[in-house]
């Protein structure tokens, strides 16, 4: 806590970059972490901000653990020139938080202006921080217009614009962000912004309201010679019902009865036994969260003639693909593949896209007919009923035909040579799935079954 803001000194703002070991790949995503401290304290040091570099850096991400300004002014009372009072108003406490924003905006646009160095894809470039980290995680979003500035900031000594900090141009607003145990101060700012965001808060938080409150509220002791009154903040409770309210889509993991920091760290630090269960649990969320931002989706469509069948990667990104055709080969990009005897197969398809995140697909086909695609079955020919236990009945079938029934290996079971009946006893049939060919005089069509006890 500094007396007033008009001294100021010059100083660099550090980050620590990671990068997943002997890497070259040139279009990774990027994460910022900011730490916690009630802008008073805390550093890109803290136990937690390095460990989840290190953890994310090893899932393919290129992270970054930053510092930014820290300290609040305040107006000081002496006593014969001894300072015997402190009082931080709320325009204290706004100032330093918006400085914390100026800092993580310059952050993100330190690292899409040397994207190449670092192998950055400049499109996917996230934030998550914890407690005063989440605030600024958060007010990164909203907080883009001039307009919505709180006068305080230009208070002299002014603090100017959101960007005046660091290289300018390339933009300061990530493309999502992550918010741990954080707050809004105006949840009006949200507007119509529909950047991705994630929300995890306890409920019983006492340095963060999870409601409506003043932010350290819970655990600053009375002190008469110290007056500590920040702005008052709207938690994740009060985002989420703000987001509802604007139909914009979000993620919460909210935790009935947890604290702040409820991973186990405090101020960013863990106890010598380490982290809790939490840890762990609250990075897989954060790491679902995030791939669902870029992961492509996954989709094939086949077209089968006889035993040959034609794939069309139909998948949202198509920077790469691999196929599983079933039957012990596999292949890439679009395929024409021949079966060598007729079945059921599992085809599987991995879509990647240029960030190497990758989707998986499988579906079943049915090879050997002699016109067959996923969406035409020529459903005229019907057979029941499906699970079936000793008979087997067809419809829609009036001239003979010959019944073959094989397993999904392609092993023929059961041969029935101009059948005129419209029944099969699969009595001796074992439990499991089967393929039934029907063939008439023009064409074979293939149904698949169930046999149970």
């Known amino acids: 806590i500094h007396?007033?803001?008009?001294?100021?000194?010059?100083?660099?703002?550090?980050?620590?970059?990671?990068?997943?070991?002997?890497?070259?790949f040139k279009n990774r995503p990027a994460i910022i972490f900011t730490h916690s401290g009630g802008f008073l304290i805390g550093s890109r040091l803290s136990d937690d901000m390095l460990a989840l570099c290190d953890s994310f850096a090893r899932k393919g991400y290129v992270t970054a653990t930053i510092d930014y300004r820290i300290g609040m002014g305040a107006t000081v009372s002496r006593f014969l020139g001894i300072p015997i009072g402190v009082k931080v108003n709320e325009a204290n406490g706004y100032r330093a938080f918006y400085r914390g924003i100026q800092d993580s905006r310059a952050a993100i646009r330190f690292l899409k202006r040397n994207f190449g160095s670092y192998g950055i894809d400049t499109t996917k470039v996230?934030?998550?921080?914890?407690?005063?980290?989440?605030?600024?995680?958060?007010?990164?979003?909203y907080l883009d217009k001039p307009d919505e500035v709180f006068s305080d900031a230009f208070l002299s000594p002014s603090l100017g614009n959101l960007d005046i900090v660091g290289f300018q141009g390339f933009g300061g607003k990530a493309d999502a962000s992550v918010a741990m145990w954080g707050a809004?101060?105006?949840?009006?700012?949200?507007?119509?912004?529909?950047?991705?965001?994630f929300l995890i808060h306890g409920t019983d938080d006492n340095v963060v309201p999870f409601k409506k409150g003043m932010p350290l509220d819970g655990i600053v002791p009375p002190n008469p010679a110290v007056s500590l009154t920040l702005p008052q903040s709207f938690g994740s409770?009060?985002?989420?019902?703000?987001?509802?309210?604007?139909?914009?889509?979000?993620?919460?993991?909210?935790?009935?009865?947890e604290k702040h920091e409820f991973y186990g760290a405090g101020t960013g630090n863990f106890p010598p036994e380490g982290p809790n269960e939490y840890w762990d649990t609250i990075q897989w969320k954060i790491r679902d969260f995030l791939l669902a931002q870029f992961q492509p989706k996954a989709d094939f469509k086949f077209e089968a003639q006889n035993l040959v069948v034609n794939f069309t990667n139909t998948s949202s990104e198509n920077y790469g693909a691999f196929w599983d055709f079933g039957?012990?080969?596999?292949?890439?990009?679009?395929?024409?593949?021949?079966?060598?005897?007729?079945?059921?197969?599992?085809?599987?398809l991995i879509a990647c896209n240029r960030n190497l995140a990758c989707d998986t697909i499988s579906k079943q086909i049915l090879v050997g007919t002699n016109s067959l695609d996923e969406n035409s079955l020529l459903d005229e020919i019907k057979i029941y009923p499906n699970p079936a236990t000793t008979m087997l009945y067809f419809e829609g079938v009036e001239e003979p035909i010959d019944i073959r029934i094989f397993?999904?290996?392609?092993?023929?079971?059961?041969?029935?040579?101009?059948?005129?009946?419209?029944?099969?006893?699969i009595n001796e049939l074992q439990r499991g799935f089967y393929i039934l060919e029907i063939k008439t005089l023009n064409r074979k069509i293939f149904r698949k079954f169930l046999k149970v006890d």
Do not use: W
């Not at 921080?129 to 990164?140: D, E, H, K, R, W």
């Not at 409770?237 to 987001?243: K, V």
């Not at 039957?327 to 005897?341: C, P, R």
């Open 3 to 24: 007396d007033g803001e008009n001294i100021t000194t010059l100083q660099p703002l550090y980050m620590d970059i990671f990068k997943p070991k002997d890497d070259n």
């Open 126 to 141: 996230f934030l998550v921080g914890s407690s005063a980290g989440a605030i600024l995680s958060i007010q990164n979003l």
């Open 184 to 197: 809004l101060q105006n949840p009006e700012i949200i507007e119509n912004e529909k950047t991705p965001l």
């Open 237 to 257: 409770f009060c985002i989420d019902t703000a987001l509802n309210n604007r139909g914009i889509g979000h993620e919460t993991y909210f935790v009935e009865g």
């Open 327 to 348: 039957d012990g080969t596999t292949g890439n990009d679009e395929y024409t593949h021949t079966y060598q005897q007729p079945g059921t197969y599992n085809v599987k």
């Open 407 to 425: 397993n999904l290996h392609g092993k023929t079971l059961l041969i029935k040579k101009n059948m005129d009946g419209n029944q099969i006893n």
